[in-house]
């Protein structure tokens, strides 16, 4: 498989040398970061609308707080980068993007 040379292109890169099933669908999370905290509640309240499984993780002495969201599908370029693109454009005027993503992984 072939992805671009971004930041998101290299984490595909590096799950495909992990063995990572493409073809069956899993959870994938998105996190959401803000300039400031707490995030404004009408941020919150579109997420949760758009992404129900949308859930605030208060900030700790290990991490700033953001907000986290799943979507299960499979896990495709496309799908990470719109997922991110349209989840900016969101929260943009909250202050808020999302440039993070993970999965647990699967080997085949």
Same mark, same amino acid.
């Given at each position: 498989?072939?992805?671009?040379?971004? #930041?998101?292109?290299?984490?595909?890169?590096?799950?495909?040398?992990?063995?990572?099933?493409? !073809?069956?669908?899993?959870?994938?999370?998105?996190?959401?970061?803000?300039? !400031?905290?707490?995030?404004?509640?009408? #941020?919150?309240?579109? *997420? @949760?609308? @758009?992404?129900?499984? #949308?859930?605030?993780? !208060?900030?700790?002495?290990?991490?700033?707080?953001?907000? +986290?969201?799943?979507?299960?599908?499979?896990?495709?370029? @496309?799908?990470?980068?719109?997922?991110? !693109?349209?989840?900016? =454009? *969101?929260?943009?005027?909250?202050?808020?993007?999302? @440039? #993070?993503?993970?999965? *647990?992984? +699967?080997? =085949?």
């Amino acid at each position: 498989m072939n992805w671009p040379n971004d #930041a998101d292109g290299d984490v595909f890169r590096r799950i495909q040398r992990s063995n990572f099933n493409f !073809e069956t669908p899993c959870l994938v999370d998105f996190d959401v970061d803000f300039q !400031e905290w707490p995030p404004h509640s009408e #941020a919150i309240r579109i *997420l @949760e609308r @758009e992404y129900p499984s #949308a859930k605030v993780y !208060e900030p700790s002495s290990d991490f700033n707080g953001y907000v +986290q969201f799943q979507i299960y599908g499979l896990v495709t370029y @496309e799908l990470v980068v719109r997922t991110q !693109e349209h989840v900016t =454009k *969101l929260m943009g005027p909250f202050g808020g993007v999302c @440039e #993070a993503w993970g999965i *647990l992984h +699967q080997p =085949k």
